[in-house]
């Protein structure tokens, strides 16, 4: 079984890239995309989607065991996103690779915790991995982000827990007054912990990565998205079922693997292969065959928003 080599020095190289300022680019899969791209057509009381993908901003996997595990967290960090890049339904943004100076518009980041309720990073725009939250929040649909716990080591080998969450950033954060800013900034669309085997030489200065347990760390992000409508048929129709001002139902729920802090379109479909994209949403709150979602388009498309309307999730 193949594996990879981190020497101590790239990782330096690593935290020094981190926090240089070089240009954003996105990463679309090579495999063909789920749900089908489709064409956008001439909109009118519609809107110009951000995305048909949905966005995710890879900030990067932290050391969480107050030293030991900073090591393989660097060689995690620089390893994943080759990972990452081929999975279908989603387009990369590598964060680690934009910073930014201060929180746009006086806005604090928003601090992540794991699931024991330990803060990932904290709401502090000096924190590197903040900044880089800050940097990139409003060019995505989520943030994934990762952090090293329970790290074991002993006779040249050892294993880490990594956790990694997938949080909502879709949602407009600069309406301090919105009813569902508190809901919708909280999200966290997935999280799960794997474990990852390395060997470590002290004296060469190298870390060595279990390959295929990072490929299957990538494959659980992946595996965390595959649900029964992630196509668009006339067999798996999603159908607004109720409205109530910015806040509607559909069909579908955590049996279908929807999830909270999905992102997602209403739309109108115009022919075999075109929709019109009407408004955006996401994903508020999911039950067994029903789940609530929130308009986050500008006001002028609630108009759009009826019930037996088709929506689909990016």
Same mark, same amino acid.
């Not at 749900?35 to 057509?41: A, E, L, W």
């Not at 995710?56 to 393989?72: E, K, L």
């Not at 910015?246 to 997602?264: E, I, M, Y």
């Not at 929130?294 to 609630?302: A, K, M, Y």
């Given at each position: 079984?193949?594996?990879?080599?981190?020497?101590?020095?790239?990782?330096?190289?690593?935290?020094?890239?981190?926090?240089?300022?070089?240009?954003?680019?996105?990463?679309?899969?090579?495999?063909?995309?789920?749900?089908?791209?489709?064409?956008?057509?001439?909109?009118?009381?519609?809107?110009?989607?951000?995305?048909?993908?949905?966005r995710?901003?890879?900030?990067?996997?932290?050391?969480?065991?107050?030293?030991?595990?900073?090591?393989?967290a660097?060689?995690?960090?620089?390893?994943?996103?080759?990972?990452?890049?081929?999975?279908?339904?989603?387009?990369?943004?590598?964060?680690?690779?934009k910073?930014?100076?201060?929180?746009?518009?006086?806005?604090?980041?928003?601090?992540?915790?794991?699931?024991?309720?330990?803060?990932?990073?904290?709401?502090?725009?000096?924190?590197?991995?903040?900044?880089?939250?800050?940097?990139?929040?409003? @060019?995505?649909?989520?943030? =994934?982000?990762?952090? #090293? $716990?329970?790290?074991?080591?002993?006779?040249? /080998?050892?294993? %880490?827990? &990594?956790?990694?969450?997938?949080?909502?950033?879709?949602?407009?954060?600069?309406?301090?007054?919105?009813?569902?800013?508190?809901q919708?900034?909280?999200?966290?669309?997935?999280?799960?912990?794997?474990?990852?085997?390395?060997?470590?030489?002290?004296?060469?200065?190298?870390?060595?990565?279990?390959?295929?347990?990072?490929?299957?760390?990538?494959r659980?992000?992946?595996?965390?998205?595959?649900?029964?409508?992630?196509?668009?048929?006339?067999?798996?129709?999603?159908?607004?079922?109720?409205?109530?001002g910015?806040?509607?139902?559909?069909?579908?729920?955590?049996?279908?693997?929807?999830?909270?802090?999905?992102?997602?379109?209403?739309v109108r479909?115009?022919?075999? @292969?075109?929709?019109?994209? =009407?408004?955006?949403? #996401? $994903?508020?709150?999911?039950?067994?065959?029903? /789940?609530?979602? %929130?308009? &986050?388009?500008?006001?002028?498309?609630?108009?759009?928003?009826?019930?037996?309307?088709?929506?689909?999730?990016?």
């Open positions: 079984m193949r594996s990879l080599r981190i020497p101590f020095i790239f990782m330096a190289f690593w935290l020094f890239s981190a926090v240089a300022c070089n240009p954003v680019t996105f990463v679309t899969p090579t495999v063909p995309a789920t749900p089908p791209i489709m064409p956008i057509v001439e909109l009118s009381s519609g809107i110009t989607p951000s995305s048909k993908l949905y995710i901003g890879f900030v990067g996997v932290h050391d969480a065991t107050d030293g030991p595990g900073a090591p393989v660097a060689a995690i960090s620089e390893q994943l996103p080759a990972y990452l890049t081929p999975i279908r339904r989603f387009e990369w943004l590598d964060a680690q690779k910073t930014a100076e201060k929180a746009p518009g006086g806005i604090l980041p928003l601090a992540v915790r794991n699931s024991k309720d330990r803060v990932i990073f904290p709401a502090d725009p000096k924190n590197p991995a903040s900044i880089r939250y800050l940097a990139v929040f409003r @060019d995505v649909d989520g943030v =994934l982000v990762g952090h #090293v $716990v329970n790290y074991r080591f002993s006779g040249g /080998s050892g294993t %880490v827990e &990594v956790e990694m969450r997938l949080v909502n950033t879709a949602y407009e954060h600069d309406n301090q007054e919105d009813e569902f800013r508190a919708l900034q909280n999200q966290v669309v997935l999280s799960f912990v794997y474990k990852v085997r390395f060997r470590m030489n002290a004296k060469q200065g190298i870390i060595t990565l279990e390959k295929a347990d990072v490929d299957k760390l990538a659980q992000v992946q595996m965390d998205f595959v649900g029964k409508f992630d196509e668009l048929s006339a067999n798996n129709k999603l159908q607004i079922t109720e409205v109530s910015r806040r509607f139902t559909f069909n579908a729920g955590s049996r279908d693997q929807v999830k909270p802090g999905l992102v997602g379109y209403v479909v115009v022919g075999t @292969d075109s929709y019109k994209y =009407l408004a955006q949403f #996401v $994903v508020l709150s999911v039950e067994d065959s029903q /789940s609530t979602a %929130v308009v &986050v388009s500008p006001e002028n498309t609630l108009e759009n928003v009826q019930p037996m309307g088709t929506v689909i999730l990016k």
